[in-house]
């Protein structure tokens, strides 16, 4: 008799608790690629699509994994997000770090950045959402001089 109340008991708390940890979990993290096609990817195809975070998020973590092969020096990629007309500037402004400073930009509208990855290498980063707010215009973009012209989109809030 106590074990098979024991189970059913089990069996609610499951049920209640399991849906809620993958909806968290859906939409508060990403994994994006980094290509020796100067591309960002996800499994494996181009990606420009808009990264989008639920509105609930406390925290948001996003990796970054370069799939290709090329140095640093020729092909490096990094995951900067930033408001959207902030992109001009971060970009010019990696550009003034230059490769010694793996174009790290120094302006304080960045508001996440990894690392810039060689081929085969990855970062993963955490930020707080409290710096973004809901329905603001942000761009996700690599800094590595001439690639955001085409590594870059949207990071919504939902
Ligand atoms: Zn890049």
Do not use: Q, R
Not at 6 to 29: D, H, R
Request: aromatic share 10%; net charge positive.
């Amino acid at each position: 008799m106590m074990t098979k109340f024991k189970n059913v008991f089990l069996t609610v708390a499951v049920a209640v608790s399991f849906p809620a940890a993958i909806f968290a979990a859906s939409n508060c993290e990403f994994t994006i690629e980094g290509t020796d096609t100067m591309s960002y990817a996800k499994d494996g195809k181009p990606f420009s699509g808009p990264i989008t975070a639920g509105s609930d998020c406390k925290e948001f973590k996003l990796t970054l994994k370069h799939t290709g092969k090329m140095p640093k020096t020729a092909m490096g990629h990094n995951w900067v997000l930033a408001e959207t007309k902030e992109l001009a500037a971060i970009t010019a402004d990696a550009a003034k770090a230059g490769p010694s400073k793996d174009y790290k930009p120094s302006a304080p509208a960045v508001l996440a950045i990894t690392k810039l990855l060689a081929g085969g290498e990855s970062d993963t980063i955490t930020f707080a959402m409290g710096k973004l707010k809901k329905g603001g215009d942000y761009t996700y973009f690599c800094t590595f001089p001439g690639h955001s012209a085409i590594m870059k989109g949207k990071f919504e809030i939902k």
